[in-house]
C-alpha cells in the first residue's frame, strides 16, 4: 500500500515484480477521493479488508478491500483536520492489532487528545477520546501494544503519553 504526495494512493503486488530492474510494477488498485496529500495509509491489521487514509484534504477514509478491484471509492469518510504544519510531524494512523474496524490517531483538536475510531457496519465514527491534563501536545504518532490494551502516543519533540 503506498500513498502519495499528489494525493494517490495504490496497493501494489510485489509477487508481480519481475527481476528485471527497469520494469515498474503496475498498482493492482487505486483508491480514490483524494484531492491532496496522504500523511497515512494503513491496511487493517487482523483481517487486511480495510484501508483507513488521512490526507491533506482533511478527511479520514475508508475503504473496503476485502476485495480487489482496479478502481475503488471510499466505503465512508468524515471530515478530520490533518493540518499540523511544518513543524510538526504528520498525523498517522493506527489499526488495533486484535480488533478488526478498530483504529486510533492523533488530533489537532484542544484539549490535545488521541482518538479512537470504530469502522464497523460501514461507517466511521469517534467511539472515544483519550485525554488528561498532561496531554498538551499534538500526539501525531500512535501505537497500540499488541497484547495489552495500551496506547501509546508519541509529539515531534519526544515526549510519549502511555493510557492503559
Not at 10 to 19: G, H, L, N, Q, Y
Amino acid at each position: 500500500l503506498c500513498g502519495t504526495n499528489k494525493g494517490g494512493c495504490f496497493i501494489f503486488d510485489v509477487r508481480s515484480a519481475k527481476s528485471d530492474t527497469k520494469t515498474l510494477v503496475k498498482p493492482v488498485s487505486e483508491l480514490r477521493g483524494h484531492t491532496k496529500s496522504l500523511s497515512s495509509c494503513v491496511f487493517s491489521r487482523v483481517s487486511g479488508g480495510q484501508v483507513a487514509s488521512l490526507a491533506s484534504d482533511d478527511m479520514l477514509r475508508c475503504y473496503d478491500t476485502s476485495v480487489t478491484k482496479p478502481f475503488i471509492m471510499p466505503q465512508c469518510s468524515v471530515r478530520h483536520n490533518n493540518q499540523t504544519g511544518r513543524w510538526l510531524t504528520p498525523l498517522r494512523l493506527t489499526w488495533h492489532p486484535r480488533q478488526d474496524g478498530v483504529l486510533v490517531s492523533g488530533s489537532m483538536v484542544r484539549p490535545r487528545q488521541i482518538e479512537v475510531w470504530s469502522t464497523q457496519g460501514g461507517d466511521v465514527r469517534m467511539v472515544k477520546q483519550l485525554t488528561g491534563e498532561h496531554l498538551a501536545s499534538v500526539t501525531s504518532i500512535v501505537d497500540i501494544h499488541p497484547s495489552m490494551d495500551v496506547v501509546v502516543g508519541g509529539n515531534s519533540s519526544g515526549r510519549c503519553h502511555v493510557f492503559m
